[in-house]
């Protein structure tokens, strides 16, 4: 089906580790967009991506980091896990200047 | 990035018009102004956008001041699925959005 899709849809994981969402879209859309959502914060952009090969820093960056090697997929990777990384997900998509299109969410549990 | 500000929660009636406004007094000449809402559970969803002029759509109507300092998101008749945040916010140059913290609208049957 045409979308978008982020992966897991629920994660647990221990401080340290390495995890890596997936979010998919299936538009070709040029622009891709990682959020973080926790009470009292409302949604953060953590990074964005205006093409394939091409990512920009947002408000929260640190402590992930982002690949777009193809169009269609932006993961998102925390190399080492921390408790204040725990957050729901939200990836995002969109062509140039047009409403932004967004998945289901990942929820992140850091233990 | 140019910020909005918007009332915390807004409570409604269902079947009445519900009136969502935002201050957005620092917008630039080539900020277009999005509306999102979100239902509980569940990702940011599109409500409408524009530049100068009102627009509508099937959802809602946006009407933008023609200073450009203030919008109004206008639901025409509520109904309970509409509760949900809405988030008044500015898309720039570099077509990102930064989020603020909505207003919580809550519709009474």
């Known amino acids: 089906d045409a979308g978008i899709t982020q992966s897991p849809r629920y994660k647990i ?4 580790r390495q995890v890596t969402l997936m ?3 299936t538009w070709s859309h040029s622009y891709m967009f990682w959020y973080r ?7 953060r952009l953590i990074y964005y991506s205006a093409a394939a090969d091409i990512t920009d820093k947002g408000e929260v960056p640190d402590g992930y980091v982002v690949s777009r090697s193809k169009t269609e997929n932006f993961p998102l990777t925390l190399e080492s896990a921390t408790r204040s990384q725990t957050s729901v997900y939200f990836c995002a998509s969109s062509e140039r200047g047009a409403k932004l299109f967004f998945g289901s969410g990942t929820q992140l549990s850091v233990l | 990035d140019a910020k909005t500000t918007q009332p915390n929660s807004m409570e409604s009636n269902e079947e009445e018009p519900v009136h969502l406004p935002c201050n957005h007094s620092t917008i630039s000449g080539t900020d277009y102004i999005h509306w999102y809402r979100q239902l509980p559970s569940q990702g940011p969803e599109y409500v409408i956008h524009g530049l100068t002029s009102n627009v ?12 450009r300092k203030s919008s109004t998101l206008i639901l025409h ?3 309970l699925r509409d509760a949900a945040v809405y988030y008044c ?3 720039g140059s570099n077509y990102k959005l930064t989020f603020g913290k909505g207003t919580l609208l809550t519709v009474n049957p």
């Open chain 1, 13 to 16: 994981t221990e401080t340290g």
């Open chain 1, 23 to 25: 979010c998919h879209q």
């Open chain 1, 37 to 43: 959502q926790d009470l009292g914060h409302g949604l």
């Open chain 2, 56 to 67: 509508n759509n099937r959802m809602a109507s946006l009407a933008i001041a023609e200073d």
């Open chain 2, 77 to 79: 008749r509520a109904t």
């Open chain 2, 89 to 91: 916010i500015l898309r």
